[in-house]
T-cell receptor
Framework: KAGVTQTPRYLIKTRGQQVTLSCSPI?????VSWYQQTPGQGLQFLFE???????NKGNFPGRFSGRQFSNSRSEMNVSTLELGDSALYLC?????????????FGPGTRLTVL | DQQVKQNSPSLSVQEGRISILNCDYT??????FLWYKKYPAEGPTFLIS?????DKNEDGRFTVFLNKSAKHLSLHIVPSQPGDSAVYFC??????????????FGKGTKLTVNP
């Protein structure tokens, strides 16, 4: 069974630009969560999507948004990029029947904002 | 407001000895606690969890202890192996009525096991 895949793996953008990251969950998993990892803040929950609807949301500004498609693939968008948005963005998928202890993470997208 | 705190950014131990990673939390409403391990260039992987109604859970070399009165949990790795070198994240879950959950992570502790 293929794992969670994220594209692209690395991305360089400049301040003010916008970026879209993609996540393909494990086949059969309908829940996709997004996380931001930075050295100063550790791992922070962004949001979770289930059946194309946002189910949970962390404490991030509205510049961070996401969506989920009918095939459970998810995209995350960050508009008006700031230097502080430089981070590793991780997505994780799980079955809608399981809790967070059974979620599987992708390798992440390393975003650098210059 | 950091609800889950890992106060030690790094820890170094000798192979074969015990590694103890600590985690403190502030919200007594958390229902479940988890530990994840993360290698560089990979996503975190689930390691072990404990329900708030338990005080200990063991899985092979890994044991998690929960002290609810102190709002403290710890992960013990015995014996430590060089392959255990990674960043360890403590996380806590709160379940709400209606099925939603809130997941909060600590900032992580980098464990280095020296041969």
């Amino acid at each position: 069974k293929a794992g969670v895949t994220q594209t692209p793996r690395y991305l360089i953008k400049t301040r003010g630009q916008q970026v879209t990251l993609s996540c393909s969950p494990i086949s059969g998993h309908r829940s996709v969560s997004w996380y931001q990892q930075t050295p100063g803040q550790g791992l922070q929950f962004l949001f979770e999507y289930f059946s194309e609807t946002q189910r949970n949301k962390g404490n991030f500004p509205g510049r961070f948004s996401g969506r989920q498609f009918s095939n459970s693939r998810s995209e995350m968008n960050v508009s008006t990029l700031e230097l502080g948005d430089s981070a590793l963005y991780l997505c994780a998928s799980r079955s809608h029947l399981s809790s967070y202890n059974e979620q599987f993470f992708g390798p992440g997208t390393r975003l650098t904002v210059l | 407001d950091q609800q889950v705190k890992q106060n030690s950014p790094s820890l170094s131990v000798q192979e074969g000895r015990i590694s103890i990673l600590n985690c403190d939390y502030t919200n007594s409403m958390f229902d479940y606690f988890l530990w994840y391990k993360k290698y560089p260039a990979e996503g975190p992987t689930f390691l072990i969890s404990i329900s708030s109604i338990k005080d200990k859970n063991e899985d092979g070399r890994f044991t998690v202890f929960l002290n609810k009165s102190a709002k403290h949990l710890s992960l013990h790795i015995v014996p430590s192996q060089p392959g255990d070198s990674a960043v360890y994240f403590c996380a806590a879950i709160r379940f709400f009525q209606g099925g939603s959950e809130k997941l909060v992570f600590g900032k992580g502790t980098k464990l280095t096991v020296n041969p």
